[in-house]
């Protein structure tokens, strides 16, 4: 499965990025356990590549961890939390999807020709610019997981029948 080590090596590089802000801007950063306006209190959708891994990881814990996990998969809605937040945390935060890796990090995004820097309002109070090491090119990540999406859904697409977008939800109820 060439997409998905292609979509691996990606999360190695966004992990870096991501361990490389946090780190060097730690007095900047409020994202943590438990946040108060923790990004996962969104239930977030994935490509059918993330949607594919997050299954794949979830079939290697074990089947206690599992069933709790499809069962709370199995009641979520797209207006609740995310059905992997549990007491404030992730329960898959190593097999995440890119969208929960990056969320709430600088990210340049380009609309309509204009720049600007999007990121959580509780992270960069104290300083009046994000200085460029700092902010991830939305433009850049999204071409690449689009890319290595295409790639997945050339390989796999006569065996399966996944929508374009799948919510966390539904990843975990894939059986793949």
């Known amino acids: 499965m060439k997409a998905l080590r292609n979509y691996h090596r990606l999360i190695d590089q966004v992990d870096i990025d991501c361990r490389r802000i946090q780190e060097g801007y730690a007095g900047q ?9 923790n990004c996962c209190r969104i239930h977030l959708s ?17 089947r206690k961890m599992v069933r709790h996990i499809r069962r709370k998969a199995g009641q979520a809605n797209s207006f609740g939390p995310c059905p992997l937040l549990e007491e404030g945390a992730c329960l898959m935060y190593a097999a995440r999807l890119m969208i929960c890796r990056t969320h709430g990090l ?25 200085p460029d090491d700092a902010v991830f090119d939305l433009g850049w990540l999204n071409n690449n997981l689009t890319a290595i999406n295409q790639m997945f859904i050339n390989e ?7 929508s374009p977008r799948l919510s966390i939800g539904e990843a975990l109820l894939l059986d793949f």
């Open 29 to 37: 950063i409020a994202c943590e356990k438990g946040c108060a306006g």
């Open 156 to 162: 796999f697409s006569d065996r399966m029948g996944l």
């Open 106 to 130: 600088p990210m340049r995004i380009e609309y309509r020709g204009k720049q600007s820097i999007g990121f959580c309002q509780k992270n960069f109070r104290k300083l009046d610019s994000v």
């Open 46 to 62: 994935g490509f059918p590549i993330e949607a594919v891994s997050l299954a794949i990881a979830l079939k290697k814990l074990p």
